[in-house]
Each structure stands twice: as structure tokens, then as C-alpha cells.
């Protein structure tokens, strides 16, 4: 239900696709909740030039002019930015909502770096944000309150599906919802090539094998396990248990538990830098 909550002005520092996917789906809201939007970077003009003449976004190539009178800052820039941000908006800030959406940074490094009693939020979207259909991690600091839980939802809500967590899950599922997808695309790619190299065109190629990737999700939604999914297309002895025998034999599944550590390691790597 939705409360008194005073009109929000919001500030993006960064101005990437994330920040794009997330303001878009803002706008797409038209939610009464959300007075102005702001966006910043540090160099690319006609980046913001763009975005403003989309959506008429405010846009600054400097977001400490604008930070006194926003209310939500959400931090879409690279992980590896966010202590030197941090140490400068720690200065500059008297209550905001600070959201980051970079991996690695929890709600603890925010709060280490920001005055006492700032509420803050981490959130871990992945790359279907763009087109609405993200699955989002999202976690809390503790001097959050009712009114910035319902600027989070609506700040998830435009960018697809959400689960709050832990900060220590998000930590841990970072690879599996965040960077997995880019495993499933090397995944397309790979079946791709086999298509070309029976003689499809690489276009037609693409299309099959999107098409499955999409049948199959689609299928998976439905809430089928997909041990169960895939027993329906694996005769015993058959042609399809022929090629799942070499992807065991080659530790496919052992190949993506060591991607997805090794993706986390990473993470918290150039977080802490
Ligand atoms: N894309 C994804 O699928 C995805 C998924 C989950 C999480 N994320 C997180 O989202 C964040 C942004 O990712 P993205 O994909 O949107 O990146 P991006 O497209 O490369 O955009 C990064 C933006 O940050 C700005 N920026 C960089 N350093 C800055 C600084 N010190 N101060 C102010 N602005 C700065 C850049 O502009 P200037 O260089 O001109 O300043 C640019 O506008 C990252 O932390 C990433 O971990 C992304």
C-alpha cells in the first residue's frame, strides 16, 4: 500500500547501462513518489546529452552540485570507484538513501564509509534489467525505514524480479544470477559454432539456438525441476544421454562451481581495492 512518502529526487552517479535500466524502469512507473531524476558521469558528454534528450533526465558532468537536494543516490558506477566516491559523498551527505548496485560492495563498506545512521541498500541486478526481466539481490543496511524500502521496491520493480537476502548470500550468488548470464551466452556461442559448422548461416544459427535457450526457460518457469526437465529429453542409452556422458566425462558442472568461485573471488577482490 502506498504511504506518505514525500517526493523522491534521485541521483545517479554513473550514468552506464545499469543506471540507464534502472531510471528507465523508473519512468516506465510513472510512479507520484518520484519527483525528479538526476544523472551523472565524470567525462562522456554526449553520453548524457543522449540520455537527457530520451528521457528528459536532469544531467551533470558534476553530482556534487546536486547532491544537496537529492534524497536517493544510487552509486551504477565500477566497484573499484566507490571508495574514492564514498570518501567525498561521506562529506557532502545529511541523511540520503544510498543504493549501490556494483559487485563486491556491501551494505557494511557503505556504512564504514558514510556518517552513522545513513541508510543504505545494496542491490546486485544482472544484464536482463536492460529489458525489465532482471532477477535482483537486494539487501538492506540497519538504519533503513519503511519509506526507504518502498523507494527500493519501486527502484526494483522497473528492472524486473527481486529476492532480499543476506549480505553474505549476495556475496555468494553474485555469480550465479549476476554473471551467469554472460556463462550462458559463451554456452549460445559454442552451440552456435556446431550449427555453422554443419552449414547454417550464422544468423539462422542464432535464431535456433535463442529460440531453445528461450522454450527451455520458459519451461523452467513453469516450476518443473530441471533434473525432471531434462530426464523428459534423455532416453537411458539414447542420443541425447550420448552427448550429456561427454559434457560429465568433461566436468561441466564442476566447470561452472569453479566459475562461479572464481567469479566471487573476484568480485570482493576489486571491491576491497
Ligand atoms: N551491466 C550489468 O549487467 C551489471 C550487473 C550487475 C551489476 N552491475 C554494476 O553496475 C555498475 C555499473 O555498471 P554498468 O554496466 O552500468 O557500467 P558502465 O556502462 O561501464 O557505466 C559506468 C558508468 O560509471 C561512470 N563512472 C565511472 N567512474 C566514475 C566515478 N568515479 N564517478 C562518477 N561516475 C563514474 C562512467 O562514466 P565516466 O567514466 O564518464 O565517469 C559510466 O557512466 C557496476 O558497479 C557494476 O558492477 C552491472
Not at 523508473?26 to 510512479?31: A, H, N, S, V, W
Not at 550449427?195 to 535456433?208: E, F, H, M, R
Request: charged letters at 20%; one cysteine or more.
Amino acid at each position: 500500500m502506498e504511504t506518505q512518502t514525500q517526493r523522491q529526487t534521485v541521483l545517479f552517479i554513473g550514468a552506464g547501462r545499469m543506471a540507464e535500466a534502472i531510471f528507465a524502469g523508473l519512468l516506465r512507473r510513472e510512479d507520484a513518489r518520484i519527483g525528479e531524476i538526476i544523472v551523472s558521469n565524470r567525462s562522456d558528454r554526449e553520453r548524457l546529452a543522449a540520455l537527457q534528450a530520451r528521457y528528459g533526465v536532469t544531467v551533470t558532468q558534476d553530482w556534487r552540485e546536486q547532491i544537496g537536494r537529492s534524497t536517493v543516490v544510487v552509486l551504477a558506477m565500477p566497484p573499484g570507484d566507490h571508495k574514492a566516491v564514498l570518501a567525498e559523498l561521506a562529506s557532502q551527505i545529511g541523511g540520503q538513501f544510498v543504493v549501490t548496485v556494483a559487485a563486491g560492495v556491501g551494505t557494511q563498506l557503505l556504512e564504514a564509509s558514510l556518517p552513522a545512521g545513513t541508510p543504505v541498500a545494496w542491490v546486485m541486478p544482472n544484464t536482463a534489467a536492460m529489458i525489465g526481466e532482471s532477477i535482483s539481490l537486494y539487501t538492506y543496511g540497519q538504519a533503513v525505514h519503511e519509506e526507504h524500502r518502498e523507494i527500493l521496491s519501486l527502484l526494483l520493480a522497473g528492472i524486473g524480479e527481486s529476492a532480499e537476502c543476506t549480505e553474505q548470500q549476495i556475496h555468494e550468488l553474485t555469480a550465479v544470477t549476476g554473471s551467469a548470464p554472460a556463462f550462458l551466452y559463451r554456452f549460445v556461442e559454442a552451440l552456435e559454432a556446431s550449427a555453422v559448422s554443419y552449414g547454417l548461416s550464422a544468423d539462422t544459427a542464432n535464431k535456433l539456438v535463442a529460440q531453445m535457450v528461450y522454450g527451455s526457460a520458459k519451461m523452467l518457469k513453469q516450476g518443473t525441476p530441471p533434473a525432471e526437465l531434462r530426464d523428459g529429453v534423455t532416453t537411458p542409452g539414447g542420443a541425447t544421454a550420448a552427448g550429456l556422458r561427454v559434457l560429465d566425462e568433461r566436468g561441466y558442472a564442476e566447470a561452472l562451481q569453479d566459475a562461479v568461485v572464481a567469479t566471487n573471488a573476484r568480485a570482493r577482490e576489486m571491491a576491497e581495492k
